[in-house]
């Protein structure tokens, strides 16, 4: 998403995983689906992930993660 170049990975057509703080309807606020600019999305918040991708985007998802737990603590 070029909203979250930093903190986005695209894992297929039409899907991503963001990692940002702030709730869901936060982010699908940001992301124009919740007044329908961008059509209709599901946005869906993780606490634990487990499933068969390629190495690297679960390599992605562990750093996400991790720093954005860390920015937690602060």
């Known amino acids: 998403s070029d909203l979250f170049p930093e903190t986005s990975l695209k894992i297929g057509p039409g899907q991503w995983f963001i990692v940002t703080k702030g709730t869901t309807q936060d982010l699908s606020g940001k992301l124009g689906i919740t007044g329908g600019v961008n059509g209709s999305a599901a946005v869906i918040r993780a606490s634990s992930y487990y499933g068969r991708l390629s190495a690297s985007i ?8 991790q720093a954005q737990d860390k920015a937690d603590e602060v």
């Open 58 to 65: 679960w390599e992605w998802v562990a750093e996400k993660t």
